[in-house]
C-alpha cells in the first residue's frame, strides 16, 4: 500500500531533503530534482521519460577512470514536495511494471 510505501528509506530521504531545503532557504537556493532508472541485465532506461511519454528510452552508462558513474541522457523534473516526488516514482514503477506484462 501507499502508506507502507512512505514509512521507507525512500520517503523518509524525501521527506528530509525537503526539510533541508526548507531550512536552507535564507542562505542558499536548494532545488531537488528527480531522476528514475531500471537496470535489467546490460540495458539501462530512462523509467521518468517512459512515465511521461509513454514511449521507452535507453540511456548510457559510462564511467571514467577513478569509477565515477554517469548516466547519460536521463530525464530530469525539478520537484516542489515529496508528495509530488512519490507521486512520480509511483508513476514510474507502475510503467514499469505495465510494460513488463506484471
Do not use: P
Given at each position: ?63 571514467d577512470r577513478v569509477g565515477k558513474v ?27 511494471a505495465t510494460r513488463k506484462g506484471h
Amino acid at each position: 500500500s501507499m502508506e507502507a510505501a512512505e514509512r521507507g528509506l525512500l520517503f523518509r530521504f524525501l521527506q528530509d531533503a525537503f526539510r533541508v531545503q526548507k531550512e536552507r532557504a535564507v542562505l542558499m537556493r536548494v532545488q531537488v530534482g528527480l531522476s528514475v532508472c531500471e537496470i535489467v541485465d546490460d540495458r539501462c532506461s530512462d523509467l521518468l521519460h517512459a512515465a511521461t511519454t509513454g514511449h521507452a528510452r535507453s540511456v548510457t552508462v559510462t564511467s571514467d577512470r577513478v569509477g565515477k558513474v554517469t548516466i547519460d541522457g536521463m530525464s530530469e523534473v525539478a520537484l516542489e514536495n515529496a508528495a509530488q516526488a512519490t507521486k512520480l516514482i509511483r508513476g514510474c514503477l507502475d510503467n514499469a511494471a505495465t510494460r513488463k506484462g506484471h
